[in-house]
T-cell receptor, first 114, second 112 residues
Framework: DADVTQTPRNRITKTGKRIMLECSQT?????MYWYRQDPGLGLQLIYY???????NKGEISDGYSVSRQAQAKFSLSLESAIPNQTALYFC?????????????FGAGSRLTVL | EDKVVQSPLSLVVHEGDTVTLNCSYE??????LLWYKQEKKAPTFLFML????IEKKSGRLSSILDKKELFSILNITATQTGDSAVYLC????????????FGQGTRLTINP
């Protein structure tokens, strides 16, 4: 099993629908992140969490919300999806301290909003 | 605002060639620079660089950081088709220790 598991891997939805992307990890890491990848723009941080009670906005949090249900679970929600949220979404984890630099990524969730 | 710029954005070479990928950055209170390789799925970690002039090496891949000129290079020698991927550069600063700022990536294609 993968260290960081994302579901669903692919999703097509319509404008206005609510979408949830889920992420679970077996690394035992405290820190979890959601990134969005668009062609030519690299990876942009949406939200991050240092522990279950800690949630922080990233660079592009508008239109998104998150929930850290447990140390191992971090979900991303689009309350009302719009076409420009079509992208590849990555969940990532990292250790704290000196290991915090290195992210371990999930395989990605490709979302298409029609 | 912290910024990371990679060049070229796309590169096509023949198997056996040597390539150099570039990453320049503007960041306050630099802490580290990381290189990732992204094939069809998740980015995988290659190197982390924190000090100038010290080369990190793994097989045919190597990387070095210049903190004075604010850039890093990633070299791949004797390229193989399996090196085809998007290579991502990311920078972390001391104040923003919770996040990495990524460049756009360089798409490298190795033709047989």
């Amino acid at each position: 099993d993968a260290d960081v598991t994302q579901t669903p891997r692919n999703r097509i939805t319509k404008t206005g629908k609510r979408i949830m992307l889920e992420c679970s990890q077996t690394k035992g890491h405290d820190r979890m992140y959601w990134y969005r990848q668009d062609p030519g723009l690299g990876l942009q941080l949406i939200y991050y969490s240092f522990d279950v009670k800690d949630i922080n906005k990233g660079e592009i949090s508008d239109g998104y919300s998150v929930s850290r249900q447990a140390q191992a679970k971090f979900s991303l929600s689009l309350e009302s999806a719009i076409p420009n949220q079509t992208a590849l979404y990555f969940c990532a984890t990292s250790d704290s301290g000196s290991g915090a630099n290195v992210l371990t990524f999930g395989a990605g969730s490709r979302l298409t909003v029609l | 605002e912290d910024k990371v710029v990679q060049s070229p954005l796309s590169l096509v070479v023949h198997e056996g060639d040597t390539v150099t990928l570039n990453c320049s950055y503007e960041v306050t209170n630099f802490r580290s620079l990381l290189w990732y390789k992204q094939e069809k799925k998740a980015p995988t970690f290659l190197f982390m660089l924190t000090s100038s002039g010290i080369e990190k090496k793994s097989g045919r891949l190597s990387s070095i950081l210049d903190k004075k000129e604010l850039f890093s290079i990633l070299n791949i020698t004797a390229t193989q088709t399996g090196d085809s991927a998007v290579y991502l550069c990311a920078v972390r600063n001391l104040q923003g220790a919770q996040k990495l700022v990524f460049g756009q990536g360089t798409r490298l294609t190795i033709n047989p």
